[in-house]
């Protein structure tokens, strides 16, 4: 589990309330930004996500609920006001942390939210680490035309076809699992190459 450096202002009570990203940055042309809450305990947690300015943002889809053991749940935090052009004000959310069941908190962090004036660019973009390269860019860089697939890679679809259609008395079964190996992987590619 991925642990980001933070002050000791920021982490507080019994649990570690791991979460990502400990800054969030909303830009003019993406009001929104998501905020994975982590459980690495062996128990359900309860959270609870709470602003120091909530008429500023929303989380609208939960801004409290449980999280089971070993899982993560990801939040959507809106901006729901314009960008103003006055000074820039220091904006946090609370994440607060309770064994489920229980009322006692048992741990809390602090996470900080920044207005920039502008788009956003690519260079800016946040590295989620449950996301795959695709969707991180998605939106963010123009698609590059799609590569075909390697010749050799259909030559040794076919070339492990054969080998298998072919009687045992003229290849051996060593012979045979490799073809099957061989075929499997270039079925493989074959049909992620057909997903793209």
Known sequence: ????SAS????HGKLVVFVFPTTL???????????SIYNPYEFPVKYKVLSNNPSKYSVPDHSEGVIQSKCYIDLTIRLKQAFSDGAKTVDKFKIELREHGNADMMGWRYVSAQLEKGPRTAREAPFYPFQSPAARTQGLETPSPPRSLHPVIYL???GSLVALAIPDSYFGQTSKLVA???L???????VLHAQQ
Request: hydrophobic share 50%; charged share 10%.
């Open 156 to 158: 040794l679809f076919v």
């Open 180 to 182: 099957a190996f061989i």
């Open 184 to 190: 499997g992987a270039a079925s493989t590619l074959i």
């Open 1 to 4: 589990m991925v642990h980001s």
């Open 25 to 35: 940055t909303f830009y003019e042309d993406q009001p929104k930004q998501i905020l």
């Open 8 to 11: 000791s202002s920021d982490l």
